[in-house]
């Protein structure tokens, strides 16, 4: 199982072999970087593999949920408004922008 650039140590594609613990070290390279968002949903997608796995019979459990809470919290931000003051230059910069964009 493959975490962006990160694998899992001693992985050798057999899902019932992954361990919690060997889950979470390959989540923790990502988060690391301050990419708390991605970690979370990697965590997500091997979840829903794991569950995949349950349902055919290649596992016996989801070990993604014993995870729950070890990761940093994500803090969202919200994007940052354009005032009804700026819009004119915004409209501006954005019809100049193939002009200087292709430099």
């Not at 990160?6 to 990502?30: F, N, T």
């Amino acid at each position: 199982m493959s975490v962006g650039d990160q694998s899992l140590s001693g992985s050798r594609g057999v899902i019932a072999e992954i361990s919690a613990p060997e889950l979470l070290a390959a989540v923790r390279k990502v988060e690391h970087r301050g990419a708390y968002d991605l970690a979370h949903r990697i965590l997500q997608v091997a979840s829903e593999v794991f569950r995949y796995g349950v349902a055919t019979a290649r596992c016996e459990r989801d070990s993604a949920p014993d995870l729950r809470g070890a990761l940093t919290p994500h803090k969202g931000k919200n994007q940052a408004a354009v005032k009804p003051d700026e819009i004119p230059k915004l409209l501006e910069a954005i019809g100049t922008y193939a002009q200087i964009g292709d430099r």
